[in-house]
């Protein structure tokens, strides 16, 4: 840790805060890439003072988190663990069945007892369905064992290393005091809001993508309504050529024979006209 320390006094290391703002937002940005891309963040904090810190910050960005003892072999037996977290998920399916009233007092107090166990162990990592993809330890030497186990995975750790630490095996080192609760407050306060920022560019992001996707759908659809449009009124044109007015033959002889009548009557007269004037004619004669 020498390259962090700003200097000693009184037998006590004074780390260089420069020095830790810099390591800060390089572990900000790297935690909020991981966060942006849908993964998961496994936060480690089983000392006194961090516990309920921890808890508290995670929970409200749904990230899992181990505040309690640390099972051995949760990254590297992780389907065993797995299988842990299923047989307390069907516990709860087995309280609300009907084969739950069936059961003895003492097998209920059993059930129940394992029930809170698993709880307090395993309780926050229901949602942790595979490995995650990074790790933040609050003590790098009390969380050993789980900096070994992601070590061995590849998984990359991010850690609040105290001058009393090793960073070596560390992927993004965060030079701080790990025992004052001020300091693990702040630290995880800021790791936290980077993944919280990180998801909402993520949901920015997939939003924008729905739109996009629904505006290509309505720019192809367009183009075939254009194309029904045509076709309806070319349909339209045909049906318009097709029903042109014929007149019946029915109507036209009907008509015809009405002309015939209508120039016989004109003929009749003239012709009582020109009797009339024969008759007129034969008179003066006869005269």
């Given at each position: 840790?020498?390259?962090?320390?700003?200097?000693?006094?009184?037998?006590?290391?004074?780390?260089?805060?420069?020095?830790?703002?810099?390591?800060?937002?390089?572990?900000?940005?790297?935690?909020?890439?991981?966060?942006?891309?849908?993964?998961?963040?496994?936060?480690?904090?089983?000392?006194?003072?961090?516990?309920?810190?921890?808890?508290?910050?995670v929970s409200t960005v749904k990230m899992p988190y181990v505040t309690e003892r640390w099972p051995g072999g949760m990254l590297t037996?992780?389907?065993t663990i797995r299988k842990a977290v299923k047989k307390m998920v069907s516990i709860d399916?087995?309280?609300?069945?009907?084969?739950?009233?069936?059961?003895?007092k003492r097998e209920k107090l059993q059930i129940?007892?394992?029930?809170?166990?698993?709880?307090?162990?395993?309780?926050?990592?229901?949602?942790?369905?595979?490995?995650?993809?990074?790790l933040f330890v609050v003590d790098v030497m009390k969380e050993?064992?789980?900096?070994?186990?992601?070590?061995?995975?590849?998984?990359?750790i991010f850690g609040m290393v105290d001058t009393n630490s090793n960073p070596n095996g560390i992927d993004f080192v965060i030079p701080a005091n790990d025992d004052a609760s001020q300091s693990i407050q702040l630290?995880?306060?800021?790791?936290?809001?980077?993944?919280?920022?990180?998801?909402?560019?993520?949901?920015?992001?997939?939003?924008?993508?729905?739109?996009?996707s629904d505006i290509e759908g309505e720019e192809e659809e367009q183009p075939r309504r254009t194309r029904r449009a045509r076709k309806t009124v070319k349909k339209a044109d045909v049906v318009e050529e097709?029903?042109?007015?014929?007149?019946?033959?029915?109507?036209?002889?009907a008509e015809e024979d009405d002309d015939f009548e209508t120039g016989g009557d004109e003929d009749g007269d003239a012709g009582s006209d020109e009797q009339e004037e024969d008759e007129e004619g034969s008179s003066s004669t006869e005269l």
């Open positions: 840790m020498h390259p962090y320390i700003f200097m000693e006094k009184n037998g006590i290391h004074i780390i260089d805060l420069q020095k830790t703002i810099v390591k800060i937002d390089e572990a900000a940005a790297a935690i909020k890439q991981i966060s942006k891309s849908g993964r998961k963040v496994l936060f480690v904090a089983t000392k006194k003072q961090a516990k309920d810190i921890v808890a508290d910050l037996n992780f389907p399916k087995m309280t609300k069945d009907s084969s739950w009233e069936k059961l003895s129940t007892r394992q029930r809170a166990k698993l709880e307090k162990i395993l309780g926050s990592i229901v949602d942790l369905t595979r490995l995650p993809s990074a050993k064992i789980a900096v070994r186990e992601a070590q061995r995975l590849g998984i990359p630290i995880t306060g800021v790791m936290v809001d980077a993944i919280r920022e990180g998801l909402q560019e993520r949901r920015v992001e997939r939003d924008k993508e729905d739109m996009d097709e029903t042109e007015v014929e007149i019946p033959e029915e109507i036209e002889e």
